[in-house]
């Protein structure tokens, strides 16, 4: 038997082809119920269809009764769209690349950059296929993730190469600067950027949160100058520099490109650098270069951990050798992953499933072999590392102590963990611990001769010592006055320079007293850097 739609429901089904329809041409047949005939005759001659028509059942209904465009309450008058939005980067395609160059090659939107330098450095990577194929090789852990993160922004995909210039994909590099990471945080800009840094992590070295740092960075220069050029200047230089560069050149009535701004020589090579690696990504070819394929595939995944682990049983959980067990996860300092200060783990996407069946069924002890001890005092190596019940030597080399130093009071160290510790180092301790160090006094012993009126108190004074140990060093008492001339042990300090002893022994508090003020005013250079 033949049904009807009521008439309520044909109302409203011909008023959405009205909706539907464009000013000037005839109205898209509407859409008709799922499972259910409509009365009248079959249409006519469909309509002419918009770019995205919607596979739907005719209804007849004559074009001359559509009603006039509408779009809904508050929202943009609907318009057809045109070819060129057809064509723009809003339209995904409907197969995916087929590896990731492609991918990035899809998404360049920085302008190209001309001129001496960019042919220069072109000329430089592509006579050096040995270093492209290890710097491209070490990229494939980790330029999935930045590809993604940069076109879930909207950012331009070229910026996914950048830690080919800073540092051709090291996380574990370091500059001169003490910049760090794959995308070369200075440390005061990392904290900047959430990026903790302590004695058990340095997240600037982080594969997720570096990236994240590093594209919240680029994206504010970007607002603050409004050029990629100048926002990547910026990140090399630092925006102040930038911008009081900028303004230089406006005084004097020139131009505020990046070509045109007087910059150091490295941060006028950054961008050139960035366009010969783009350059050579578009077309390996033209260079005679031969890039290894790179799937368009999560390279990684994460895992939760509950529980502090040793890093070489988790890689052996997770059946990866410790060494790419590191390169996904190099922002740990110290051989134990603490659970309160790093809850994930980055494993090889393949062999995340392995490793948490094998954390499942782990029954061969504890899985952290470390736990922290914090310095009451302020004490020599030796003496730490007796209380924790360690050797000197490999004391100082699983806490990264260098000779002639003290630890400062405070200071939380790595320590064996015992069979009976079974709580876990607390988030307090796991996000905050630091390790301070003091130089290492040395003393040499040295006799002076007591002056007219001297006391021990008085002497001890002019030397800077304690009167207490001067008078144990001579077995007197710290109130006893002393004859005129009479010989005095003391003890003076030696201190350590750079791990080498001091040249020369401060006599009197006259002579170390300015030798101390001429040395406080000694102060690193400032380092222009943008990280």
Not at 510 to 531: D, E, F, H
């Amino acid at each position: 038997m033949r049904r009807t739609l009521p008439l309520a429901v044909l109302a409203s089904t011909l008023w959405l082809a009205g909706c539907a329809s464009v000013p000037g041409e005839q109205a898209a047949p509407p859409v008709a119920a799922a499972n259910m005939d409509l009365e009248g005759p079959a249409p006519a001659t469909p309509a002419t269809p918009s770019i995205r028509p919607a596979p739907t059942v005719p209804v007849p209904v004559p074009a001359t009764q559509a009603p006039p465009l509408r779009a809904l309450p508050g929202a943009e008058p609907l318009r057809p769209i045109t070819v060129a939005e057809l064509a723009s980067d809003n339209v995904a395609t409907m197969e995916p690349p087929a590896d990731l160059w492609q991918r990035i090659r899809s998404g360049f939107k920085l302008p190209d950059l001309e001129g001496g330098l960019v042919r220069q450095h072109e000329q430089w990577y592509s006579s050096r296929p040995d270093y492209i194929q290890r710097m491209t090789e070490r990229s494939r852990k980790y330029l999935f993730h930045i590809v993604e993160e940069l076109e879930r922004r909207g950012m331009p995909t070229e910026l996914a190469l950048l830690p080919y210039i800073e540092s051709a994909f090291n996380p574990q590099a370091v500059s001169s600067a003490r910049a760090a990471g794959m995308w070369q945080f200075m440390p005061a800009t990392g904290i900047d950027f959430d990026l903790r840094q302590n004695m058990f992590r340095d997240d600037r070295r982080d594969v997720l949160a570096s990236t994240r740092a590093a594209l919240d960075y680029l994206q504010m220069l970007h607002n603050m100058f409004g050029d990629w050029h100048l926002a990547l200047a910026a990140y090399n230089w630092g925006q102040g520099n930038v911008g009081r560069a900028i303004q230089r050149n406006q005084r004097a009535g020139q131009g505020t490109s990046y070509t045109e701004l007087h910059m150091p020589t490295e941060t006028r090579h950054y961008v050139p650098k960035l366009q010969a690696v783009k350059n050579i990504v578009f077309n390996p070819d033209n260079y005679r270069t031969e890039l290894p394929v790179i799937e368009n595939h999560p390279y990684f995944q994460e895992v939760d951990i509950t529980r502090d682990i040793d890093v070489e049983l988790a890689a052996k959980l997770a059946d990866v050798r410790l060494e790419d067990f590191k390169a996904l996860n190099p922002s740990l300092n110290r051989p134990v992953i603490l659970a309160a200060g790093t809850p994930q783990i980055l494993l090889p996407w393949d062999n995340a499933k392995v490793f948490r069946t094998n954390l499942a069924a782990y029954t061969a002890g504890q899985y952290a072999s470390w736990t922290t001890w914090t310095a009451p005092a302020t004490m020599s190596v030796g003496e730490a590392a007796r209380r924790v019940g360690m050797s000197e030597a490999d004391f100082r080399s699983v806490n990264a102590i260098p000779p002639r130093m003290l630890i400062r009071a405070g200071s939380v160290v790595l320590a064996p963990r015992s069979e009976t510790v079974r709580a876990d180092v607390p988030g307090r301790v796991a996000d905050n611990a630091q390790l301070h160090l003091a130089p290492e006094v040395l003393t040499r012993r040295t006799v002076v001769k007591a002056r007219k009126g001297d006391t021990v108190t008085r002497l001890a004074a002019r030397y800077r010592l304690k009167a207490s140990d001067v008078a144990d060093w001579n077995d007197l008492a710290a109130s006893a006055a002393l004859k005129t001339g009479a010989s005095v042990v003391l003890h003076l300090p030696v201190r350590a320079t750079s791990g080498r002893r001091a040249t020369s022994t401060a006599r009197s508090s006259r002579k170390a007293a300015p030798a101390q003020a001429r040395s406080s005013k000694k102060v690193a250079p400032r380092v222009a850097r943008g990280r």
